[in-house]
């Protein structure tokens, strides 16, 4: 699938040269139960469906530790969005507001972060719940929830 | 300056290629007082000194609206990180754990995401509070905090 091209009322582009000024590495992918953008949740819910974070097995070792954390926080790649959009007009009401007044998935760079529970690890495999994106998105990086993470030996 | 090469006891490398799965084009930089790895916070402070995201001009149409957010989350590239790390010792405590169970800045996409509180827009410059990056940071987006982001057309 390739990124949409249409415009909305009074949306904007900017003319921009090939992104290039560094470059990422997909860790996985994820897995979820939505194949189209139109099925996807606006956003994610807490009692979401289940969803599968797959890394490839060489990062095996990289979430030792991580099953302590009730809540990790989940970056990954809009692979399928424009990223030209200086405003916007969301199709729920029609107005034009900045993309960076936005969480829509069409940005300049396009990242999502998510907050999500971790329900399990099984190897390479981390189970979570409450994403909201499609089926195959290119997983960036898995971190503990800012507000969780206070190591052991700082105090409180 | 070049990421270091360092290792602490017990922390783990992967041999990787070169990145070059998707490109980021940075929208501007950061300006915060620290100049310096060892002066920076290690997490941003609610009531820290004031810090400045300076977009390139031809996104200032993109922040039209985001004034109407107390608090925005911020992502920037951590351009002085090495990303081949598996496990980590950290400083504080010689405990080696994965680097998905840290938010340290070392990873294999070296994304920080802050959570930090709006003081003003002036044109293409965003004042901001509670940032813990180095100065001259590269900048990537900018969108409204989760939380606070309902938009006024759909029930809350």
Redesign the interface.
């Known amino acids: 699938m390739s990124p949409s091209t249409d415009l909305r009322p009074n949306e904007?582009t900017?003319a921009?040269a090939?992104?290039?000024?560094?470059?990422?590495?997909?860790?996985g992918h994820i897995e979820t139960p939505w194949n189209n953008r139109a099925d996807c949740p606006?956003?994610g819910h807490r009692d979401g469906p289940e969803c599968r974070l797959v890394l490839h097995p060489?990062?095996a070792?990289?979430?030792?530790?991580?099953a302590?954390?009730p809540v990790i926080?989940v970056?990954y790649?809009l692979?399928r969005s424009r990223?030209d959009?200086?405003?916007q007009s969301?199709k729920?009401?029609g107005e034009?507001?900045?993309?960076?007044?936005?969480?829509s998935p069409v940005?300049?760079?396009p990242?999502g972060?998510?907050?999500v529970r971790l329900i399990g690890i099984n190897g390479h495999i981390v189970r979570v719940r409450s994403l909201d994106c499609l089926n195959g998105t290119?997983l960036?990086?898995?971190?503990?929830n800012?507000c969780d993470?206070t190591?052991?030996?700082?105090p409180k």
């Open positions: 904007e900017v921009l090939a992104p290039n000024d560094a470059s990422l590495r997909f860790i606006r956003q060489v990062w070792a990289a979430l030792n530790g991580l302590d954390y926080e970056l790649w692979d990223r959009l200086l405003t969301p729920h009401n034009t507001v900045g993309t960076f007044a936005l969480r940005r300049p760079n990242i972060t998510s907050l290119p960036l990086d898995i971190k503990p800012r993470f190591p052991q030996a700082l």
